[in-house]
């Protein structure tokens, strides 16, 4: 199993971040979890495509996690020789995202239908609503999901993904909670949204100090992998995006309270989550 950052940035456009988006190989084949700014262009170069993907797994419906939905959608119907439903799990109201989304394309839809021949079905997904348990089950693959919290948002979930004794937990945004605990018990990699709580206040400005009191801040993310033994924490979505060489910072925040593995993520960082 191998994870694949595919996007570690925030809302905020960055020349060098992609939006919140997540790629887990396994084998049974490539499984995406949200679908932010550029996912795309980042799966190309991890070597995969929207007609790839066996399932779409979306943390919840804030824009910056699903904008490029209608990319996804396109390329997977747009490139495809047959009928290709896109798998899509998430939480309620995705359902509703993916019809809108698929309405807001249908002049796309209609030009190609009425310019190639060989192209006579339109984009289809399969949209399974979740709350919690396993979501997704393939040969020794099994996709879990918890509730998590980031109120007032909500509903939200996290993922973990198990491929025979290993695991990868993919939190989203949440502050500390039951469910999240419950997927990282004792999980091999834990992806996880992480803002700086220091430069944040630092900055003071009143729209940017709104995301503090629903995510997790670094210590936040070291604590939850600390206290159900993660072997390496993935910190992504960074809030404020690190400025040249102060990854570090981010690193020392993470390895006050956690003695596992930390890797600030950029864009195409890859983790190896090799079988024991
Ligand atoms: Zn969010």
């Known amino acids: ?13 960055d020349p060098h971040r992609a939006g919140p988006a997540t790629l887990v190989r396994t084998k049974a084949g490539d499984l995406l979890f949200d679908c932010g700014r550029g996912v795309l262009m980042r799966a190309a ?27 996804v959608v396109t ?10 439903p896109l798998p899509v799990f998430g939480p309620a109201g995705t359902a509703g995202l993916v ?28 949209v399974t609503e979740i709350e919690a348990g396993v979501v997704f089950e393939r040969g020794e693959v099994r996709v879990t999901a918890a509730p ?39 999980a091999d990699v834990l992806v996880h949204t992480a803002v700086r709580r220091d430069l944040i206040e630092q900055i003071g400005l009143p729209r940017l100090l709104d995301v503090l009191d629903y995510h997790s801040s670094v210590p936040d993310v070291a604590q939850t992998a600390a206290r159900n033994g993660v072997a390496t924490v993935v910190l992504t979505h960074l809030v404020p ?4 060489g102060s990854e570090g910072e981010w690193r020392e925040q993470a390895r006050a309270r956690f003695g596992g593995d930390v890797v600030v993520a950029e864009d195409l960082t890859r983790i190896d989550v090799a079988p024991r």
Do not use: K
């Open 75 to 84: 390329m997977r119907w747009a490139t495809s020789f047959e009928p290709a």
């Open 241 to 244: 995006a690190p400025g040249p």
């Open 148 to 186: 998590t919290d980031h109120s007032p948002v909500r509903p939200t979930v996290g993922f973990r993904v198990d491929e025979g004794s290993r695991s990868v937990v993919i939190a989203g945004d949440t502050v500390p909670c039951a469910g999240l605990d419950d997927l990282c018990a004792g």
């Open 99 to 126: 019809a809108a989304t698929e309405a807001c394309l249908e002049w796309d839809i209609r030009y190609r239908l009425a310019h190639h021949a060989d192209l006579t079905w339109r984009p289809t997904a399969e």
């Open 1 to 13: 199993m191998e994870v694949v950052v595919l996007g570690s940035g925030s809302p905020l456009p």
């Open 45 to 71: 170069a991890a070597g995969t495509s929207a007609g790839a993907l066996v399932g779409l797994f979306v943390t919840h419906l804030h824009s910056d996690h699903v904008t490029d939905l209608n990319d």
